[in-house]
């Protein structure tokens, strides 16, 4: 008999994402601003390539443009590795999974008997520290420590950090690190592309 093939996590991904090379890469579902940026930085880079450092590479030196492009590169690598890998989104409880923790939790009713949505804190003990912990009714499960549920993407994030619609994805524990070398290397792409134009302007004087 033919085996039965199941679906795949990220095929039945509850949250707004979107998947790309079969779920090697994943996205915020508005992904427009997401190669806005990189028309602007690909756009930026061409025209000083394309006018000062035609110029620089005669007048100045041909490291000019060789650094510049070094830079452009790394700029790239970093953006699309920040905005196509997983900030750290933490599995939802399943239907069992969830229904012990309701079993577990005793809900708060008003004086008519409605059920309150308040929200729910575990205490836990980490290392003789106390900690209390959220529960995330999306989710249905209670997040770990400096973990928040994105608005954007529907999903509960490991240590998130924020939404960037910039690079059209959330930041959190596995993409940290990309975004911080991207914000560097971008701030210094641009001052790199600023003082060589301003060295155009003074040269041609």
Not at 165 to 178: L, T
Request: proline share 6%.
């Amino acid at each position: 008999m033919p085996r039965t093939q199941l679906p795949k996590k990220w095929q039945t991904h509850p949250g707004n994402n979107r998947f790309f090379c079969s779920g090697r890469c994943m996205m915020a579902k508005d992904t427009g601003i997401f190669w806005f940026t990189c028309a602007l930085i690909v756009g930026t880079s061409a025209l000083f390539f394309g006018f000062d450092c035609v110029y620089l590479t005669t007048k100045l030196s041909p490291a000019v443009p060789v650094v510049g492009g070094m830079l452009v590169v790394f700029v790239l690598g970093t953006f699309f590795r920040t905005g196509c890998t997983d900030p750290g989104i933490l599995p939802r409880s399943t239907d069992a999974e969830a229904a012990f923790l309701e079993q577990q939790y005793e809900p708060e009713r008003d004086e008519n008997g409605q059920v309150r949505n308040q929200p729910r804190l575990q205490e836990l003990t980490v290392a003789g520290q106390s900690i209390k912990v959220k529960f995330c009714y999306t989710c249905r499960m209670f997040r770990p420590p400096r973990a928040s549920h994105c608005s954007v993407c529907n999903n509960c994030v490991d240590r998130f950090d924020h939404h960037c619609p910039w690079v059209g994805n959330c930041i959190g524990v596995r993409n940290y690190r990309y975004f911080y070398q991207f914000i560097l290397s971008l701030a210094l792409l641009a001052a790199y592309i600023f003082a060589f134009a301003v060295t155009t302007l003074v040269l041609r004087e």
